[in-house]
């Protein structure tokens, strides 16, 4: 039987009761993996409540015959994460756990940047820009009229969605700022992991969230980053890209 944990946060600064609704697949996933769901979601409530401004629906499946990755949707008025692995074993970084924790917070993330980024009249600039790269970004948002199926090494060019890759950016970002208080070296293990990926199809790919992490990395504190800085770090490296790379796929 499906098991259903209800976890309810209640924000003082909105006249309503935000949610988040955790599903289990079964028991032992909820008795093994309910803490360290917990334990992110501890951080996400102590630290960014405020940015949580529709329900969160989380499904967790652990299973061998799990075919899917983690992956979010936006249903109506709330944000839906899935967390799917096929198996237990690191892939990232050192422990199973770690790499679950982070999947958990990557995907989080694309709830609180907000599905509203994807219309191109709400998308807004924390950074300064040129009246040229804003017409460009402009036509590179508008291009694509419905998000792609975007894979790493894929054959066929695929058009680059500039809010998807903002999107993969701050996720990536507002998961390793959580994940470096656990391990210091975790920053660059992802980053490494990021690029390596990236390389097999660096003009074919909206996933260049290296280019963030470097920027994290080079950072000259260790504290944790707020919000604005994380929007700013993914902005950033996403022109980056675009003023770099994607002028060679033309």
């Given amino acids: 039987m499906k098991l259903w944990i209800f ?33 992110a979601l501890n951080y996400l409530n102590s630290n960014f409540k405020e ?22 949707k936006y249903i109506n008025n709330s944000c839906s994460v899935n967390i799917n692995f096929s198996e237990e074993k690191p892939h990232i970084f050192n422990k199973f756990t770690d790499d679950f924790e982070f999947v958990l917070l990557h995907e989080i993330g694309h709830c609180l940047l907000n599905k509203n980024i994807f219309l191109s009249e709400s998308f807004f600039w924390d950074i300064s820009l040129s009246d040229s790269e804003i017409s460009y970004l402009k036509s590179l948002s508008n291009k694509v009229e419905k ?42 293990i992802l980053y490494n992991y990021r690029y390596s990926n990236f390389l097999k199809s660096p003009l074919n790919t909206n996933y260049i969230s290296h280019l963030a ?10 504290k944790e980053i707020k919000i604005i800085e994380m929007k700013i770090i993914a902005q950033e490296s996403m022109l980056n890209y675009v003023n770099i790379f994607l002028k060679n796929r033309q």
């Fill in 147 to 188: 998000p792609i199926t975007d894979c790493l090494g894929c054959e066929s060019k695929k058009d680059f969605n500039v809010l998807i890759a903002y999107h993969e950016n701050f996720a990536d970002i507002f998961s390793i700022n959580y994940m470096n208080n656990k391990n210091k070296n975790y920053p660059i």
């Fill in 7 to 39: 976890l309810f946060l209640f924000f003082s600064n909105f006249a309503f009761a935000n949610s988040i609704f955790v599903k289990y697949e079964d028991k032992k996933i909820q008795q093994k993996y309910q803490p360290y769901v917990n334990e």
């Fill in 213 to 222: 992490l470097e920027k994290f990395i080079n950072l000259k504190n260790n």
């Fill in 51 to 72: 940015f949580i401004t529709e329900p969160i629906n989380i499904k967790i499946d652990i299973s061998k015959n799990n075919q899917q990755d983690s992956f979010v």
